[in-house]
Structures are given as structure tokens and as C-alpha cells.
């Protein structure tokens, strides 16, 4: 069993839900408690044991670069005003990211295909950033990852009947507590989704779905769909979902981003006042 030491996250999109503010500012870079949603991503792979991360950027996400890069020159006025422990955050400036441009919006397989160089042959995570995690033991890649040994492995979660035209759905049979074993998926069914159980956004694959990425045509939004690779690649493959334990927020969504915001607060709030 290889161990998963890559992963990629795209985070081209235009952001077209939270438009107009996305014009100027990245909805990965979107605050919450300080810091930018991307940064509590980039986190949750360290944590799990993610030593190379490729971020997929696009024309206008040249802040996440420079949120990322070091600046000299405010670690020179910090350093004179003894602040500089202001900036302390290993995270943002020792994080091992590379960047890659997808010069053109096609979809969320075709941004994952752009890793294909920088996954070589090697099991790999995909985190969409869209997506964050609240959970109560273990970060969700690391959840994936405890269950990873040679076959695909995608997060789930059960969602409301009337949502789920806005995810990907599998068909699963449940293998045992946590773990199903998938037949079919279908990325944002209109009607008769396969079951309640949707991807939320975290995933690891073996290199082989890099074939199957190459081979897929346009689908649902008129997008090169991550989700249709992975359909083509279950007859010759298995796939498992694994269903995370934890609280989801997708931050384009007003209410989630605002409950996350809140929660986050609450949180650090009782940890200052605990001292914890
Ligand atoms: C993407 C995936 C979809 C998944 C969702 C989770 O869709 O294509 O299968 O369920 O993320 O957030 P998007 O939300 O980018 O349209």
C-alpha cells in the first residue's frame, strides 16, 4: 500500500454563485476568523499526512499566491515594532504548495487532469476547497485516508432529497460500517438520483483515473466532469465511499459560511476563556 502523500486542489472556478464579490476576491480566499477559507484546506491535508499539494489556480487567484509567498517587507515593519509574532503561522509561509494555471474554465475534471505530471505514480487526494470540514476526531482527508488501502476512495454524506440535484450521487452497497462499495455515480442527477448518498468533496485516486480523464467528453453544465471519469472507471475498478463523520459547509453559501463563521467564533472564544 503506497501511502498518499499528494494532493491537489483546484480552486479555478469562477465563483459565479458569489458573484459579484468573486470579480476581485477568490471565494478560496473568502475570511473566516482570520484566515482564508483556502488555509483551513491546506491544514486539514497537512494534518493528514499530505507532504506535496498542488494548488490549480486561474487568471484572477494571484492572491492565493501571495497570501502563501512570504512579504518581506511587513516582516521588516513587524520585526521593528517587535510584532512579528503577529505573522507567525507556519502554515502560511512553509506549506510545501506548487501552483499550476488552467488557462481556461472546463470543468472540474479538467483541472484535476492538470495534476497528472505532478501525481506521477503515485495515490493522490483531491480536496475541493468549496468544501469545509468541522469534525469531531478526525480531519475528513484523514478519514479517507484510514481507509485507503489500494482502491479509490470517495467522501459522502447523506443529503436532503431536493439537494441532492446539486452533487454528485452514487449508487453504494453499504460493506461495512462507514464503508460502501459504489456501482454508480451520477453528478447532479435531475431526476431519480441513485440514493441520498452525495460526494462532498474529498477524494483519493490511484494514478490509472488520469486514463479515464483523458477519454471524457462534456457533461452535466456543459463541464469536463470529474464525476463521469470516475463512472468510467468502475467497470474496471473499485471505488468506495466513505461516509465522514462531521459537519459540512459548503462557503459559497451564505448560510453555511455565515454558521461556520459563528461556530469557528464560538469555538476559539471558549478556548480563550478556558485557556485551552
Ligand atoms: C463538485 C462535484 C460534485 C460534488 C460537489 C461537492 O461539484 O462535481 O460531484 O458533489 O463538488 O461539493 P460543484 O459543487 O463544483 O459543482
Redesign the pocket.
Known sequence: MDKVKKAIIPAA?YGTRNLPITKVLPKEMFPINRKPAIQYIVEEAIEAGIEEILIIVSRNKNMILDYFDRSLELEAFLEKTNKLHLLKDEVITNSPIQYMRQSYAE??GDAVYLGKQFVGNEPFAVL?P??LFLCPKKGALAQLIEYYKTSSMIGIQRVEADLLK????VKAEKVKECQFQISD?V??PEVSPPSDL????RYIFNPSIFSYLEKIEKG??G?L???DAIKASLGDEKCFGIKIEGD?Y?I?KEEDYIKLINRLWKNNSLKSETGK
Open positions: 472556478g470543468g472540474l475541493l468549496d468544501d446539486n452533487y454528485g450521487v455515480i453528478e447532479k452525495a460526494v462532498t468533496g452535466a453544465g463541464e466532469q470529474l464525476t459540512r459548503d459559497g
